[in-house]
């Protein structure tokens, strides 16, 4: 597995892997809308992927065959993780411990980190909870993002 530089070329492959996620999403709001084309205060999804882009911000794990094993961004602005998903068809813990080290070594280290995670109890996102967990990242609140409660996490150093 190595990390690339997520391109224009690659969004397809982003919106499939956040399609993904798409059902614990719908635990929550049953309309998709805002959750992909934002608010008056939120980017919508296209948008703020390119933003990502633009911005050297999204990175990509990809295995031997070239494929989409998972996608990590960041905002160094803010020192936050702003997208963290795991395709479902690869192992969900290498693949994710490697994209968190790798967002972790662009991010200030020194001072706190957040991340924003769906509530749900399926077992894809305790997955990520128990991995965020492992990297030291603590429930902080519930926030609205873009329309759906998610949980806010803080890694405090």
């Not at 963290?84 to 200030?108: I, M, R």
């Not at 399926?122 to 967990?133: G, S």
Request: aromatic fraction near 12%.
């Amino acid at each position: 597995m190595k990390i690339k530089k997520v391109c224009l070329s690659d969004i397809p492959n982003w919106v499939l892997l956040s399609n993904e996620y798409d059902k614990y999403v719908k635990e929550t709001v049953s309309d998709l809308t805002e959750w992909y084309e934002g608010s008056n205060t939120a980017l919508s999804f296209d948008n703020y992927m390119k933003s990502k882009i633009s911005k050297n911000e999204a990175f990509m794990a990809i295995d031997e065959k070239n494929e989409c094993c998972g996608i990590i961004a960041i905002s160094k602005k803010n020192n936050n993780i702003t997208f963290f998903g795991v395709s479902h068809k690869h192992d969900f813990y290498s693949t994710g411990e490697y994209l968190l080290d790798y967002a972790l070594s662009q991010l200030n280290q020194n001072i706190s980190i957040k991340i924003n995670e769906l509530k749900s109890n399926a077992e894809q996102i305790q997955k990520t909870y128990a991995l965020l967990n492992k990297y030291k990242f603590v429930y902080l609140c519930d926030v609205l993002e873009n329309g759906v409660v998610v949980n806010c996490m803080e890694r405090i150093q």
